[in-house]
């Protein structure tokens, strides 16, 4: 019996090493060839925007060493769904807690703080261009009427 177990245990332990390495050599398939088309599409991207006029508004300026930090794209990926999801989180956590806010204090304490922060920065706004305006355009002195006497 303990022949039988050693050689099931050992066969076992060879197909998962296999099914292992046949799994790593899958996924390194699909990052080269991912890395390959994400390659050629920046390429693309490079040369069409390299060929437009220099005065063309949509032309950007890419750097050609951004050819470089293609090698790390999943990492890019990961960082990217997990930062979309955060947001997505917040958002919904600050439209759950608004709505609560509101349900449960019947005075609209948070519409009354936005209301006064937008007089506060609209007033300083106001007053910030009313000065520049009379720096440059000066109010004309107030004449007296002629009084015949």
């Known amino acids: 019996m303990d022949g039988a177990l050693s050689s099931a245990v050992l066969s076992t332990i060879g197909n998962g090493v296999f099914m292992r390495d046949e799994f790593v050599r899958v996924c390194l398939w699909v990052y080269v060839i991912t890395s390959l088309i994400l390659f050629l599409s920046m390429g693309y991207a490079y040369y069409v925007n390299a060929r437009k006029p220099a005065g063309d508004p949509q032309k950007r300026d890419y750097h050609p060493l951004a050819f470089s930090l293609l090698p790390f794209w999943p990492p890019a990926l990961v960082i990217s769904l997990f930062l979309f999801a955060l947001r997505a989180l917040v958002y919904g956590a600050f439209l759950v807690l608004f709505t609560l806010v509101l349900i ?43 009084s015949p006497s």
Do not use: C
């Open 104 to 146: 449960v204090i019947r005075k609209p304490l948070p519409l009354l703080l936005l209301a006064k922060a937008a007089k506060y920065i609209g007033d300083r706004l106001l007053r910030l261009n009313t000065q520049i305006v009379r720096w440059f355009l000066p109010l004309p002195t107030p004449q007296t009427a002629y």
